[in-house]
Each structure stands twice: as C-alpha cells, then as structure tokens.
C-alpha cells in the first residue's frame, strides 16, 4: 500500500500525546481518523519520529502514514487536512515514502524547543506553550552548565522511570540555552532522546539558573546515573519538537497552490 | 483616589473587546472586577489607550485604573493578576499615573502589528492569532503599495461605518509590510486610528498582494474617500495591539521579584 511522510504541526494541548490512547484524544488519532476516507473508511496505520506527551507541541513532527489510496501527495495533505478539522493538528507538506524508510528508526538527527517564560506576570497569549518561572534565571550560567551533558553519556540519570529503552546510552549534539528579554529557550538535539531527557535536563538546569544549584551540578548527576537525583521534570506546555531530519531529504510536496 | 497605569496583555479570542459590554465578558470588565478587592469591593474605573474590538489581542495595551487603595504598584499588579485569574489578562508593569495623564488623550503614538499566515496548510499553533490567507501573497508589492497612504490624510476610505471620530483626518507615519518565510507582518503606527483602519487598510494590502489590484489601488482608495471601495476588513485576530507612547515616559515598576 502508498506510504507517506507528513510534515506535521500541532498545539498538544487538547492531546493526550502523540500515541494513540483508549483514554482520550490523541494526535495519532486525529490524523489516522482523518485518514479513513483515504484508506477504504477504516482508520489508516501510522508512526511518528517522535512519541510526544501530553501538552507536548510539534512543529516540525515527521509522521508516516500509510493508506489504501494512491493519491498525489498534495491530494493527501488537502484531505487529511479538512478531515482532521477542527483539532489543532496541521499537515504542512507531504511525500512519497520510499521503500524501506521509517519515520523513527530511519531518523539521523531529532531537535526539540524548550520555552522558559522568566518574568512576574502570568502569560495571558503564551498560556500553555511556555514553562512560567517567576523568580529571576541567570541564563548565562544556565548553558554554561548545560555544556559537560554533550556527547556520549548513559543519561539514566535524566530518564523517565517509565521509559522503555533498552539502554540509556545518547548522544547530545546540542544543549543551549538563549536568551532574548523574558524569553528563555533551550535548544536540545541529538540522534534521539530517553523518555523525558529533555524536560529532566531543563528542569534541572533550571535550578542552576535560580541559583539554587552550582552550575557543575548536572554534570555531577549525570554521572552519578540516578534518576532521583535530577531536577523536576519541566511542564509539557513548555516543549516543542521542531524537526527529525534524515540521511536522505525528503521530496517534500509544499506549494502554496491549491493540489493539482 | 490614587490612579495607576497598567501596562498589560491579553489573549483576545474569548472576550467581545476592551469595552465593557452587557452582553459578554471584555477585557475591561476583567479588570475592573479584579481590582474590585482594592477599590472597596466595588468594581474600579478604567480607561485604555486603544479600544480593541472583539478577537484583537495586545502585548502591551495602556490602561489607566483609579482604585481607592493607596498601595505599591508591585502590589496592585500581583493582587490584579491574581484576581483576573483564570482570564487570559495579564499585568505586565505598573505604575502610578502622575495628575493630568490620561492612557488615551495623553497617547501621542500607538503601534500595532497585524500577521498573516501564508501559507496551504490552516494554521495549528496559531489558530486565533494570524489570518490565514492561502493563496501566495507578495510582501515586497504590497509594502510599495502602502507608502503612499503614510503622512497626514483624510481616511474616511479606511473607517468603519460604525466610527464615532469627528473627523477623519489621521497622521499615518509607518506602514510597513515585512516577510519572514510563511509569516507576513503589517506594522502600523500613527498618533491615532479611526475604527477599522489598521484591518481596512491591511484587507486592501492583501488584494494587492494577491494580484486582484494593482500597487497604486490603496492610493486611489484612500483619495476617493469612499468607504465601500475598500478591501474586507482584515479579521481581528490577526491584529495585536503593541505600544502605546507618551511624552513623558512612565515610572514602571517591572521589578521580577514578589512585591514589596
């Protein structure tokens, strides 16, 4: 049957997480129900680059679905897109998948946002897409401390207790932390991540910034390996994936105009 | 009584505007009633540099507040921020208005930003925020087709048929259409605007932009003076409120920590 990659956004916060739950509404769901007339009116069979929680938003989620139809990619993202209404979830482009590529295990590289709202005030328009951290983070000293966690580690220390992976062996490509006015903004990249890595790495780095923790401090949990020393798991509102990308790029179908 | 400015931010989908309104809930009558525990249990007084209609959001909207408590600013804002709770209004900074200010008569620029997605695909994490035009627009062609409407005209062509202005003779200093990827940005400034005119002007922009008109069209509008020759009102959520300027600059107390 046609496979293909879609290029996906979503507002996680009616959502349940990206995985299809028996309890409530998931972005999984909503693209696979959106599927159906697509795939003999039964729900299509899908996979994302990467399982997102509850609240957790996506800009750039990469999703492969595959369908009954053979349809011209930008026929595929006209119609998912109406059937998907009105749950936040947009498919932005979408390709033909070639033979033997998976959404997950084919993925190179992953990269995902974290946003920190640092001021007094509550958010009235960032209200679910932002941590808010009312006492003063010295940002600075939060990405010098993020440094040592680069590279090879076992980041059990930074790993959900529920997380299935084999090994907590990763790679950390990237681990920054900038600035601009109350908007904080951790950027994390790697191959792939533990259950949880990333918002365990953030709410831990968030203790340095509070000055509550020494900025050697993460890299000491690191190596201790224990789970229950890290910082709090930071909220979901605050996450965003924004890309997976691939050895080979993917023949993404993105015009403006209407689909042929 | 003691007066405050306030400067604030709000989500505007749920509300019908900044004006108190019988039929639904509004900005002001948000804040009036949180600051309702300071001002003897009574609901307070207020004012605001621009009176944005229903679906219009702002950064940083002016408000001025007079209560019949005497307290630090830091203190009005944390008890209106706690007590506007769970509305998407927030208090940023607070000051106290010195004898004579007003947030609209003492306003002698305000600034507001309207975004267009432009783009196929509907918006997910912007629903409520940008108007999504689908078709391509042309940023550069619509910029070139505003300037001519900048300096001090009358723009009677641009007005609601519901504005209560006396006149409409406006100083319009900046017009400017800029473009980052699928993300179009109309900033507007001037002293003042008649009811309507930034989303007018922006709907007679688009047309432009979608090649149904040609650059010189907003001129000729603006020149007929008739007000059915326009493009569509732009929708509200697109627009935000950004700036409010006065001669003398305001005292904030913008402090992060808790007050005193």
Not at 90 to 95: D, H, P, Q
Not at 120 to 130: I, K, N, Y
Not at 170 to 196: C, N, P
């Amino acid at each position: 049957m046609p496979r293909y990659a879609l290029l996906v956004e979503y507002d996680g916060t009616p959502f349940l997480g990206w995985q299809r739950q028996t309890t409530g509404l998931s972005v999984q769901q909503v693209l696979e129900d959106a599927a159906a007339p697509l795939n003999g009116g039964v729900p299509a069979s899908s996979a994302a680059s990467g399982r997102t929680d509850a609240g957790v938003h996506a800009e750039g989620q990469v999703v492969e679905l595959t369908i009954a139809a053979d349809l011209p990619p930008l026929r595929v993202r006209e119609a998912l897109n109406f059937h998907s209404r009105p749950h936040p979830v947009s498919v932005l482009k979408v390709a033909r998948a070639s033979e033997g590529w998976s959404a997950r295990f084919s993925c190179i590289k992953r990269g995902y946002r974290y946003r920190i709202l640092n001021r007094r005030a509550r958010p009235a328009l960032l209200q679910g897409r932002v941590w808010h951290v009312q006492q003063p983070l010295d940002a600075a000293l939060m990405h010098q401390s993020a440094q040592p966690l680069l590279g090879h580690h076992d980041f059990s220390a930074y790993r959900a207790a529920a997380c299935q992976a084999k090994h907590a062996l990763r790679t950390l490509d990237r681990l920054d932390v900038v600035q601009a006015g109350e908007d904080i903004m951790v950027i994390a990249e790697a191959r792939s991540f533990l259950h949880h890595q990333v918002r365990n790495m953030v709410g831990t780095l968030v203790q340095v910034g509070l000055g509550k923790r020494k900025p050697d401090w993460p890299r000491l949990i690191l190596d201790a390996r224990d789970r229950t020393l890290a910082g709090q798991n930071a909220p979901p509102a605050g996450l965003t994936f924004m890309f997976a990308q691939y050895k080979t790029g993917l023949p993404w179908a993105d015009g403006l105009g209407t689909s042929e």
